[in-house]
């Protein structure tokens, strides 16, 4: 064989072998995609016993399971959620509640970041008309403007962690329930550079009671609340978050609800305690008491 032709099989070869070799292009990556497997538990208490009520459907309405067990996502639904680049840990930041928004239809359609704030309407004294003393006007319950979501970093190595806590409620039985679990907190854990979700849990922590309903009755004045305890209501890929100190975590923890709530940095007591200190006060400075029926740390009330 010539040297002419040996050159010519070796260029031929190598031109076989450069589409192998070479990068593809942008349009044909794909995004790394994720599943997100969703519960939701019935009602297992509640004050009134709502969950109950057979006959009126309201049991019903209560326990829609949700909407799609499983559910594929991609990078994209989750990369508006990532904190800025220079953050500072124990600094808490505003991530838009969009992304979380979408994810919780999984469990139902409803999912709105906007808050009802009671099943009763507004009364309101305006000026009448004709110069008279003020009348009452009865407005229709309001949707309050949305809490949103806080965020804070757990860690960046070896993996970007972070905490989220994020309000969101749902409307079910035609609209008219509308069910506000007291928070979703959110563990996301992903690689920023391989645009790869690690692991996603959003869920309602489990406690005491985590769950206000609101029924607005049609030609009743006030509508009808309950407080309720569900077990479980949630999403997550089969991949856990990985383990962090319990007390970082409740640092974190508290860090997003005084971001939440400004009257979380108040130094509170219980009455017995705050009756001690107001004797070794030097000062007369009066007592304020809170009565409450449910949870002032959360929307579960």
Same mark, same amino acid.
């Given at each position: 064989?010539?040297?002419?032709?040996?050159?010519?099989?070796?260029?031929?070869?190598?031109?076989?072998?450069?589409?192998?070799?070479?990068p593809s292009d942008a349009?044909?990556?794909? @995004? +790394?995609?994720?599943?997100?497997?969703?519960?939701?538990? &019935?009602? !297992? $208490?509640?004050?009134?016993?709502?969950?109950?009520?057979? @006959? +009126?459907?309201?049991a019903a309405a209560l326990?829609?399971? &949700?909407? !799609? $067990?499983?559910?594929v996502y991609e990078?994209?639904?989750v990369?508006?959620?990532?904190?800025?680049?220079?953050?500072?840990?124990?600094?808490?930041?505003?991530?838009?509640?969009?992304?979380?928004?979408?994810?919780?239809?999984?469990?139902?359609?409803?999912?709105?970041?906007?808050l009802h704030r009671h099943c009763q309407p507004r009364r309101l004294l305006v000026p009448s008309e004709d110069g008279g003393p003020p009348v009452e006007r009865v407005e229709a319950p309001r949707m309050d403007g949305p809490l949103g979501a806080r965020g804070t970093i757990l860690?960046?190595?070896?993996?970007?962690?972070?905490?989220?806590?994020?309000?969101?409620?749902?409307?079910?039985?035609?609209?008219?329930?509308?069910?506000?679990p007291a928070q979703f907190e959110c563990r996301l854990t992903v690689d920023p550079v391989a645009r790869e979700v690690l692991a996603l849990h959003i869920e309602v922590p489990d406690r005491d009671t985590n769950v206000d309903i609101n029924v607005r009755e049609r030609g009743v004045a006030f509508g009808r609340v309950d407080i309720a305890h569900v077990p479980t209501i949630r999403l997550r890929t089969d991949a856990a978050p990985p383990?962090?100190?319990?007390?970082?975590?409740?640092?974190?923890?508290?860090?997003?609800?005084?971001?939440?709530?400004?009257?979380?940095?108040?130094?509170?007591?219980?009455?017995?305690d705050a009756f001690e200190m107001m004797k070794d006060e030097e000062d007369d400075r009066p007592l304020h008491a809170i009565v409450l029926y449910g949870s002032l740390d959360d929307e579960s009330c």
């Open positions: 064989m010539s040297r002419s032709h040996l050159l010519r099989v070796a260029w031929a070869s190598i031109a076989l072998l450069a589409p192998a070799c070479a349009s044909e990556r794909h @995004e +790394s995609t994720f599943t997100l497997t969703a519960e939701w538990s &019935p009602v !297992a $208490r509640s004050e009134d016993g709502f969950h109950l009520e057979v @006959e +009126s459907g309201l326990d829609p399971g &949700p909407a !799609a $067990r499983e559910r990078w994209s639904d990369a508006a959620l990532l904190p800025p680049e220079d953050l500072e840990f124990d600094r808490p930041w505003t991530p838009d509640v969009g992304p979380i928004v979408e994810l919780l239809k999984q469990l139902h359609p409803s999912a709105t970041a906007r860690a960046r190595e070896p993996h970007l962690d972070l905490l989220i806590r994020a309000h969101v409620q749902f409307r079910l039985g035609g609209g008219d329930v509308f069910y506000t383990r962090r100190d319990a007390f970082a975590l409740d640092r974190a923890r508290v860090t997003l609800l005084c971001a939440f709530y400004p009257w979380a940095v108040v130094d509170w007591h219980e009455l017995p």
